[in-house]
């Protein structure tokens, strides 16, 4: 009895269309995610103003408290395909009511981490009409070849260098 062989293609297909599936769930959960700070954000004020005591969740509160990186890297999300600009996000970050009063300059900050996102392959920046950059966050496939090719580059590297290494401990020796 023949075994039946792999058909490699079909289930990298298979795969990557999982793969699809899942990120759109997660950014549509991001969206959900996004909507629901919006309107926490919105009733505890209304809340605080008619002085009605709240007893917050610890969900609601780690929400409402997570790190900056974390919540740009959600606006991203929730917001693809729409490339933003530092100030859009500044914006959205404010009515998701995040204090940006800790850093002494919020537009540098949320800056720092747009690029960090893009150093680790979970955004891109693209050009925009006006010269100034926009961020896109990355999802799916975009953001699993990316991560691959920049793997194989590390490899290629490392490989190199092993080499490079190499040949300079023969130096000696080829005399």
């Known amino acids: 009895m023949g075994s039946k062989p792999l058909n490699y293609q079909e289930i990298y297909e298979a795969a990557r269309q999982r793969l ?3 990120t759109d769930q997660e950014a549509e959960l991001e969206r959900e995610k ?3 700070r919006q309107t926490i954000e919105f009733l505890l004020g209304l809340l605080e103003r008619h002085k009605v ?3 917050q969740s610890i969900e609601a509160v780690d929400a409402l408290n997570s790190s900056l990186a974390k919540e740009v890297g959600g606006v991203l999300s929730a917001l693809y395909p729409k490339a933003l600009k530092v100030s859009e996000v500044l914006a959205e970050l404010k009515q998701l009511g995040r204090n940006l009063g800790e850093y ?3 537009q540098s900050a949320v800056q720092m981490v747009l690029k960090r996102l893009v150093e ?3 955004a891109e920046e693209l050009p925009s009409g006006d010269l100034k950059k926009t961020y896109r966050a990355l999802r799916g496939m975009e953001k699993v070849l990316r991560q691959s090719a920049r793997n194989r580059e590390g490899r ?3 490989t190199l260098m092993t080499e490079v290494k190499l040949s300079d401990l023969a130096k000696p020796f080829d005399k």
Do not use: F, G, R, T
């Open 120 to 122: 680790a392959d979970e």
């Open 53 to 55: 005591p709240v007893e």
């Open 20 to 22: 699809a599936q899942i």
């Open 156 to 158: 290629k590297l490392s």
């Open 104 to 106: 002494s300059n919020a």
């Open 34 to 36: 996004l909507q629901l």
